[in-house]
């Protein structure tokens, strides 16, 4: 007992804690702040990012993904295979000529049309009829089809405002149709659209030509 009491006792070895000078304190400083600085700009680059991403998908939705009505006109170039015509005192026409149908598709993506029928009048009266083929124009670009119409006036069952367009050399034609189809976008999306086309050309009797056209 006594040679346990004897005995020394050791006290345990503190470890003696330093504190950090200020230029390890300085330095953490400067590692934090430059973190920070990281992080912020970081956030900066996604917000700016998330912002173009929205002004391009808005750019997107109202030019690419909207959709636009197509435009139907009669060609100016027509070629008369036949051409007659009696006077004023006796009016008549008995026509045939070649022309085109444009189809015009400003959309970015085909434009779809059924088989359909224009119609040719004289002062609301039918004269005469063509077929225009189905097809397809394709995106922001223009369809051209070639139609070769027969009008006469043999319906008409007044002829006294085609006698005194006949004595002033002239004769007026009015052409409508209207196709039916579908636009494609992205080659999953359709929408149906329809085209009407109404124009009204001015014949020059005497030359044998077309003088004006005007499409609505």
């Known amino acids: 007992m006594a040679e346990k009491m004897n005995q020394q006792v050791h006290p345990i070895a503190q470890v003696n804690k330093q504190p950090r000078s200020?230029?390890?304190?300085?330095t953490l400083t400067s590692d934090q702040?430059?973190?920070?600085?990281?992080?912020?700009?970081?956030?900066?680059?996604i917000a700016a990012f998330a912002v173009f991403q929205t002004i391009v998908i808005?750019?997107?939705?109202?030019?690419?993904?909207?959709?636009?009505?197509?435009?139907?006109?009669?060609?100016?170039?027509?070629?008369?295979?036949?051409?007659?015509?009696?006077?004023?005192?006796?009016?008549?026409?008995?026509?045939?000529?070649?022309?085109?149908?444009?189809?015009?598709?400003?959309?970015f993506g085909p434009y779809k049309f059924d088989s359909t029928i224009a119609t040719f009048m004289y002062e609301g009266v039918t004269v005469g009829q063509v077929t225009i083929p189905k097809g397809k124009a394709g995106l922001r670009s223009t369809k051209k089809v070639t139609?070769?119409?027969?009008?006469?006036?043999?319906?008409?069952?007044?002829?006294?405002?085609?006698?005194?367009?006949?004595?002033?050399?002239?004769l007026t034609l009015n052409s409508q149709a209207k196709l039916s189809g579908k636009v494609e976008l992205m080659f999953v999306m359709k929408k149906k659209k329809s085209a009407e086309m109404n124009c009204t050309m001015t014949i020059e009797v005497t030359t044998k030509v077309v003088q004006s056209m005007n499409c609505e």
């Open 58 to 107: 808005l750019v997107f939705a109202l030019t690419v993904m909207r959709v636009k009505t197509p435009k139907v006109r009669l060609g100016t170039d027509v070629t008369f295979q036949n051409f007659k015509t009696g006077t004023q005192a006796s009016p008549s026409f008995d026509l045939s000529f070649t022309t085109q149908v444009g189809v015009k598709n400003s959309n």
């Open 33 to 45: 702040e430059l973190k920070r600085k990281k992080r912020i700009k970081l956030a900066i680059y």
């Open 22 to 26: 200020d230029e390890e304190s300085g």
């Open 147 to 170: 139609v070769t119409a027969n009008v006469n006036s043999n319906a008409l069952q007044s002829t006294a405002s085609l006698g005194s367009e006949l004595g002033a050399g002239v």
